[in-house]
Nanobody, 128 residues
Framework: VQLQASGGGLVQVGGSLMLSCAAS????????MGWFRQAPGKEREFVAA??????????GNAGSVKGRFTISRDNVKNMVYLQMNSLKPEDTAVYYC????????????????????WGQGTQVTVSS
């Protein structure tokens, strides 16, 4: 599957952005979908994931995104979203969507190596 992330941009502190990720084929519902991010000079980190049916979500500890970010998916449109509210300068990063196809991958799987397909990334910059 090919993934195309979009929706990044420049936003002020406290603002909101919604990232989107489009999958190329109709196997989308068989993948756990995740969002990761990588800030300049830092390692890529887990942000959030959602299970195949969209029933369960999991958020990473980095940057206290839980309560500010919401992951969702639409298995008809083959899309996954990341709604980001109350943005902070430390949320500045390139955001990547990823798909995990293996049977043992769940919404709680936060390891990069569990995800098999990656989008190209979209830049989010939060200015103060």
């Amino acid at each position: 599957v090919q993934l195309q992330a979009s929706g990044g941009g420049l936003v002020q502190v406290g603002g909101s952005l919604m990232l989107s990720c489009a999958a190329s084929d109709n196997t989308f519902s068989t993948y756990v979908m995740g969002w990761f991010r990588q800030a300049p000079g830092k390692e890529r980190e887990f942000v959030a994931a959602i299970d195949r049916r969209g029933d369960n979500t999991y958020y990473g500890n980095a940057g206290s995104v839980k309560g500010r970010f919401t992951i969702s998916r639409d298995n008809v449109k083959n899309m996954v979203y990341l709604q980001m509210n109350s943005l902070k300068p430390e949320d500045t990063a390139v955001y990547y969507c990823a798909a995990g196809r293996r049977f043992w991958v769940t919404a709680g799987t936060n390891m990069e190596r569990a995800y098999d397909y990656w989008g190209q990334g979209t830049q989010v910059t939060v200015s103060s």
